[in-house]
């Protein structure tokens, strides 16, 4: 079956723009995660989707960063006044249920974004 | 908090030869591990990984890695190395105490292998 996707691939900006970058889990995983891959900070967790609960966002360096999870599906991860320290790899991940320590999380390719 | 750390950032392995990726991992209880590769220009993907039991673990692609609670390491193996090993590879752990399975990654260690 189809594995996550995210929009768009590659994403250029200027300083201070609004991006927004798209992720469709696999279907049927109600689980959800945002990950960021820079070269100064590595892979890192951002923020944490699960049915409806509300989402743990503990991973967020800023308030600049939001991400919403519409109708329990496609989420959409919202990164405003962009730095050029925003620069990075953005990687979305889905995995059955979240509740279960073993499940595997199932990556997407990415949304490699460069603030100018 | 947790912590792993792969102390190679680059290794060079000829093809054919063995290949052992090194990571450490600081946890306050029985760890979660996984290994994941990258290949150029792809997510992430899932090599094995560890929650209890037989502390070697088979994976994909010929893979497989030990779990040594007294070192805290989770090494990753493979006998005969292809070309179509290079790639960069993340050891990660699993937080159980959060809510969902948030993973800590290494700093992940990049393999080129020669001809």
């Known amino acids: 079956g189809a594995g996550v996707s995210q929009s768009p691939s590659n994403k250029v900006t200027e300083k201070g723009k609004d991006v927004e970058l798209r992720c469709d889990p696999i279907?049927?995983?109600?689980?959800l995660y945002w990950y960021r891959q820079s070269l100064g900070q590595g892979l890192e967790f951002l923020i944490y989707?699960?049915?409806?609960?509300?989402?743990?966002k503990s991973g967020l360096p800023s308030d600049r960063f939001s991400a919403e999870r519409t109708g329990g599906s496609v989420s959409t991860l919202t990164i405003q006044r962009t730095q050029q320290e925003d620069s990075a790899v953005y990687l979305c991940?889905?995995?059955?249920?979240?509740?279960?320590?073993?499940?595997?999380?199932?990556f997407g390719p990415g949304t490699r974004l460069l603030v100018l | 908090a947790q912590s792993v750390t792969q102390p190679d950032i680059h290794i060079t392995v000829s093809e054919g030869a063995s290949l052992e990726l090194r990571c450490n991992y600081s946890?306050?209880?029985?760890?979660?591990l996984f290994w994941y590769v990258q290949s150029p220009g792809q997510g992430l993907q899932l090599l094995l990984k560890y929650f209890s039991g037989d502390t070697l673990v088979q994976g994909i692609k010929g893979f497989e890695a030990e779990f040594k609670r007294s070192q805290s390491s989770f090494n990753l193996r493979k006998p005969s190395v292809h070309w179509s090993d290079a790639a960069e590879y993340f050891c990660a752990v699993g937080d159980v105490k959060a809510a969902g399975n948030k993973l800590t990654f290494g700093g992940g260690t990049r393999v080129l292998v020669k001809p």
């Open positions: 989707f699960q049915g409806n609960s509300a989402p743990d």
């Open positions: 991940a889905s995995s059955l249920s979240g509740r279960k320590y073993q499940e595997t999380q199932y």
């Open positions: 946890y306050g209880a029985t760890p979660y």
């Open positions: 279907s049927g995983h109600t689980a």
